[in-house]
């Protein structure tokens, strides 16, 4: 079995575990994005964010699209605890600088890299 069959049936079993998983009543993302934020910073704050906002564990197991905005925003928390957020105006430039006559470049590096 080569990596291609490996990670395909990979898939199939994350997917198999997903629909298991699947509960009566879900959030949406829609809610889950809504409280996203609180989550996050209650979590961070050594709160209790499981019971703070139950059914957001879940959703964040059963979801990609949500579990990797949870992972970008404690990403950008832990960048402005260490005071390595860009400036705005940084930010600005490079989005500026990666706009083309032909449409978006990718940037030279992550914009939230730090300074
Ligand atoms: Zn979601």
Redesign the pocket.
Known sequence: MDQADTASRDRVRQFVRRIVATEEHE???RA??DVIHAYVDMDLSGGDAVAGFPGIPH??M??????E?VAALRHVASLEARGQLPAVDHLWRDLQSAVTPHGLRPPDRPLLSGP
């Open positions: 959030l949406d993302c889950v994005l959703h964040l059963q979801c990609p699209d949500c579990a905005m």
